[in-house]
């Protein structure tokens, strides 16, 4: 996977990673946009501000049980990663990212509106990643190094 350099230190490493995960196998699907994901969590909702988690965003799978994400930015940072790996090998291995068998993969498809929206998330986290929420958990050094590999991120995307 050509993520593996980001995916599984600050990003898709947290419990909002393996609910992302989980959400994309539920859809059973082979492509997705990024509007449908958008619209399925709730981060519609933000108005591409990612800086705090209001109102709540999550999912409901197809037996009817609600799964939160914590963090809005963590979600975002795990997405472009996802879109990444997309980009450079047409999709990625669900299965691969759990750690298990099999051979499901999904392509996230995105517009070149969706995708700035994802440029901007990270660059302004990048710059300031003591605004977001997620900060109130995680140690300022460690938020310090996550924004540094969003920003490498941002540029690779």
Known sequence: M??????????GATD?????VEYLEDKQKTEISLSEIFAD??????NGDFRK??????????EGWE???CYAIDLITDLAALMLECKVNGGVSLAQLLGNEGDSVVCIL???EEKAVIHK??????????????SEMVPE??????ARECEKLCGEL
């Open 2 to 11: 050509y993520i593996e350099k980001y995916w599984g230190n600050y990003i």
């Open 16 to 20: 909002d990673s393996l609910t992302l």
């Open 41 to 46: 969590t709730g981060l519609d909702k933000l």
């Open 53 to 62: 988690t209001e109102p709540e965003i999550g999912y409901v799978n197809p």
């Open 67 to 69: 799964y939160p994400f």
């Open 110 to 112: 995105s517009t070149p």
């Open 121 to 134: 998330a990270l660059a302004d986290f990048a710059e300031n990643p003591l605004a977001y929420d997620l």
């Open 141 to 146: 050094e460690d938020m310090r190094e996550m």
